[in-house]
């Protein structure tokens, strides 16, 4: 089975901040994503990357930016927290050739920024 | 663009009844669609897709859904619903035809099933 593991389940942290976001595939897969879900609005796109070191940017870029050192492990960061930034995070893996893949997903990061 | 319509926020059944958690889509192209169930506090549960072919598609834990292209549908179905399968559904659309690898979902479908 595909795992894909995000650091922290539950993330308490101060406005100003700067704050990580990690996660971890062991499928081999090329493409990573990171949404936010909130309630009403259903998921949104941060960012996704398709390889290493490439990024591209999602539907809700800003405030956010990420880092793809390695295949396995997707950073999103936070330059300087905001309390519009409390959210719960979701990271998810596919494969890139077949687009006809779903996507796997991570328990989730509830972040609250005070 | 792509865009996914989940106009239910919540639906209540009785357990032992059938289920519907309905979905439309728009995309430029053909769609790959899918469905995912999130339990509480936990990420997003792959369920089922439809790629091609049979409209017609089982997936996990008992369900499926009806592909129908004349009406840009694609609900979520169970003959009989089980309290355990109260949560939060999703539904999502991939243009087939762009290449593009990103999915676009709905806003999510509670489903509360009593006992």
């Known amino acids: 089975d595909v795992k894909v593991t995000q650091s922290s389940r539950y993330l308490v942290k101060r406005t100003g901040e700067k704050v990580f976001l990690e996660c971890v595939q062991d499928?081999?897969?090329?493409?990573m994503f990171w949404y936010r879900q909130d309630p009403g609005l259903g998921l949104r796109l941060i960012y996704f990357?398709?390889?290493?070191?490439?990024?591209e940017k999602g539907d809700i870029p800003e405030g956010y930016s990420v880092s793809r050192e390695k295949k396995e492990r997707f950073s999103l960061i936070l330059e300087s927290a905001s309390t519009n930034q409390t959210s719960m995070y979701l990271c998810?893996?596919?494969?890139?050739?077949?687009?006809?893949?779903?996507?796997?997903f991570g328990d989730g990061t509830r972040l609250s920024i005070l | 663009a792509q865009s996914v319509a989940q106009p239910e926020d919540q639906v209540n059944v009785a357990e032992g009844n059938p289920l519907t958690v309905k979905c439309t889509y728009s995309v430029s192209g053909n769609p790959y669609l899918f469905w995912y169930v999130q339990y509480p506090n936990r990420g997003l549960q792959f369920l089922l897709k439809?790629?091609?072919?049979?409209?017609l598609v089982k997936g996990s834990y008992g369900f499926e859904a009806e592909f129908n292209k004349s009406q840009t549908s694609f609900h979520l179905k169970k003959p009989s619903a089980l309290v355990s399968d109260s949560a939060l559904y999703f539904c999502a659309v991939r243009d087939r035809d762009t290449g593009f690898q990103k999915l676009v979902f709905g806003t999510g479908t509670r489903l509360l099933v009593s006992p």
């Open positions: 990357s398709y390889d290493v070191k490439m990024k």
């Open positions: 998810a893996s596919s494969f890139r050739g077949f687009s006809n893949q779903p996507q796997h």
């Open positions: 439809y790629i091609t072919g049979d409209n």
């Open positions: 499928m081999d897969h090329e493409n």
